[in-house]
């Protein structure tokens, strides 16, 4: 029998995305309107809050991925992510459908992407994204509870649909948006990062993927954000209790990269600890303790690689 955290690394292991060389992404003319105009809003308001060493993005290209699905359009961004063409600070990679532009990817650092989409067009469908993955929004921003609970009963069906399906089918489905939002939080775990260690690199990069399925599947999609991005993580507090910790034990100020590297195992800790909450209440069989045989953890595998086209 294994514990939830073997099998949580077990079947992260089984989900890593291998890039795929990208062809050079044609050129595209971005137009005045409703995309553009909130790449320029993003960019504002990062300006505001951030340093960046850029005006204006380039746009570097474009991709027709009208008849990619959900799977395909997932391997895409990893290749992108990986793509030293691409990872250049203020460059932009626009996507259209049926020859519009509707969605792009913004680099603003080579582990900092962000996906931008066209607003939305009815007001019910605002935020559609926290009320889908994110329970502390909904509580904070008192969603209606009954309204949010529908939307996220007819997730498996909505996710195994976009997965499969051309995106040129579901260009008009509020769901698609936030999927794509999904897809690449995934993408960015495969920016590659020196300070993580090769079995830490396979957790980090499949535990999103898991859970996605098995959160879903079991009503527990308003945990996802906790695991995607750990924001109700304050990094000033954990700073404040590691650099008293550490001076007490050490007799000196740490240095930035030791903050950073422990505020980095605080997140992964919190985020395996979702994650593993979510496999313990989802519809993966256990023995009532928490453990797990491995015909079941096998099934497991075969089921999310058969998801994710892995």
Same mark, same amino acid.
């Given at each position: 029998?294994?514990?939830? @955290?073997? =099998?949580?690394?077990?079947?992260?292991n @089984?989900?890593?995305? !291998?890039?795929?060389?990208?062809?050079?992404? &044609?050129?595209?003319?971005l $137009?005045?309107?409703?995309l553009? !105009?909130?790449?320029?809003m993003?960019?504002?308001?990062?300006?505001?809050?951030?340093?960046v060493?850029?005006e204006?993005?380039?746009?570097?290209?474009?991709?027709?991925v009208?008849?990619?699905?959900?799977?395909?359009?997932?391997?895409?961004f990893?290749?992108?992510?990986?793509d030293?063409?691409?990872?250049?600070?203020?460059n932009?990679?626009?996507?259209?459908?049926?020859? +519009?532009?509707?969605?792009?990817?913004? =680099?603003f650092?080579?582990?900092?992407?962000?996906?931008i989409?066209m607003?939305? $067009?009815?007001? &019910?469908?605002?935020?559609?994204?926290?009320?889908?993955?994110?329970?502390?929004?909904?509580?904070?921003q008192?969603?209606? !509870? +009954?309204?949010?609970?529908?939307?996220?009963?007819?997730?498996?069906e909505?996710?195994?649909?976009?997965? @499969?399906?051309?995106?040129?089918?579901?260009?008009?489905?509020?769901?698609?948006?936030?999927?794509?939002?999904?897809?690449? !939080?995934?993408?960015?775990?495969?920016?590659?990062?020196?300070?993580?260690?090769?079995?830490?690199?396979?957790? *980090?990069?499949?535990?999103?993927? =898991?859970?996605?399925?098995?959160?879903?599947d079991?009503?527990?999609?308003?945990k996802? +954000?906790?695991?995607?991005?750990?924001?109700?993580? *304050?990094?000033? &507090?954990?700073? %404040?209790?590691?650099?008293?910790?550490?001076? $007490?034990?050490?007799?000196?100020q740490?240095?930035?990269? @030791?903050?950073?590297?422990?505020f980095?195992?605080?997140?992964? %800790?919190c985020?395996t600890? =979702?994650?593993?909450d979510?496999?313990t209440?989802s519809?993966?069989?256990?023995?009532g $303790?928490?453990l797990? *045989?491995?015909?079941?953890?096998?099934?497991?595998?075969?089921?999310?690689?058969?998801?994710?086209?892995?």
């Amino acid at each position: 029998m294994l514990s939830a @955290e073997k =099998v949580l690394k077990l079947l992260a292991n @089984e989900l890593q995305i !291998n890039p795929r060389g990208c062809d050079v992404p &044609n050129e595209v003319q971005l $137009e005045e309107g409703e995309l553009l !105009n909130k790449i320029r809003m993003c960019l504002g308001n990062v300006k505001q809050k951030y340093t960046v060493d850029f005006e204006h993005f380039r746009y570097f290209g474009g991709f027709q991925v009208g008849d990619y699905n959900g799977c395909q359009l997932l391997h895409l961004f990893v290749s992108l992510v990986n793509d030293p063409r691409i990872l250049q600070n203020g460059n932009c990679v626009v996507f259209s459908i049926r020859g +519009e532009c509707r969605f792009a990817l913004l =680099v603003f650092k080579p582990n900092w992407i962000e996906i931008i989409t066209m607003p939305a $067009e009815d007001s &019910n469908h605002r935020y559609f994204y926290k009320k889908l993955f994110d329970d502390y929004s909904v509580d904070f921003q008192e969603y209606d !509870n +009954e309204q949010v609970q529908q939307l996220r009963s007819i997730l498996p069906e909505k996710l195994q649909d976009f997965m @499969e399906q051309p995106l040129a089918d579901k260009v008009s489905c509020r769901h698609t948006a936030a999927f794509l939002g999904v897809l690449i !939080n995934i993408a960015r775990r495969y920016c590659d990062d020196e300070h993580i260690q090769s079995e830490d690199r396979l957790l *980090n990069r499949g535990i999103i993927p =898991v859970c996605l399925k098995l959160a879903v599947d079991s009503a527990q999609s308003g945990k996802l +954000e906790k695991v995607m991005h750990y924001r109700h993580l *304050n990094f000033d &507090n954990v700073k %404040e209790d590691f650099v008293s910790n550490f001076r $007490e034990k050490h007799g000196r100020q740490p240095r930035s990269k @030791e903050i950073y590297l422990n505020f980095r195992a605080k997140r992964v %800790e919190c985020e395996t600890a =979702v994650a593993i909450d979510i496999l313990t209440h989802s519809n993966m069989p256990h023995d009532g $303790e928490g453990l797990y *045989n491995e015909i079941s953890v096998e099934e497991m595998k075969s089921e999310l690689k058969a998801f994710y086209e892995i």
